[in-house]
Nanobody, 126 residues
Framework: QVQLVESGGGSVQAGGSLRLSCTVS????????MGWFRQAAGKEREFVTA????????YYADSVKGRFTIFRDNAKNTVYLQMNSLKPEDTAAYYC???????????????????WGQGTQVTVSS
């Protein structure tokens, strides 16, 4: 009965901003590391960003560093992805994922994560 539900996707012009939310139920949210991945049409799913449970440390793919921000609100069981200065190449389905590990060493890999949301589409037009 674990659920991760993404919201906030949609269409936006290049240079614009969008904020995605992922609300989690069925697990103790504060005990999980959280990540965001994305998959563009015809491409492999790729790591975007992650946040560690023990100390809130964040990690970013080079392609989004300086433009995207991940943050979480444990009281709301929600992790967010703030996306600024969006580019057409950011167009993809974005997925939220939860990981129960302590160290969170392999956060860039899909296999690290235990639970996944269904995804939300982000389309950036030029």
């Amino acid at each position: 009965q674990v659920q991760l539900v993404e919201s906030g996707g949609g269409s936006v012009q290049a240079g614009g901003s969008l904020r995605l939310s992922c609300t989690v139920s069925g697990i103790t949210f504060s005990s999980y590391n959280m990540g965001w991945f994305r998959q563009a049409a015809g491409k492999e799913r790729e790591f975007v960003t992650a946040i560690r449970r023990i100390d809130g440390r964040t990690y970013y793919a080079d392609s989004v560093k300086g433009r995207f921000t991940i943050f979480r609100d444990n009281a709301k069981n929600t992790v967010y992805l703030q996306m600024n200065s969006l580019k057409p190449e950011d167009t993809a389905a974005y997925y939220c994922a939860a990981d129960e590990s302590i160290g969170f060493r392999t956060y860039v890999l899909e296999a690290e994560y235990d639970y996944w949301g269904q995804g939300t589409q982000v389309t950036v037009s030029s």
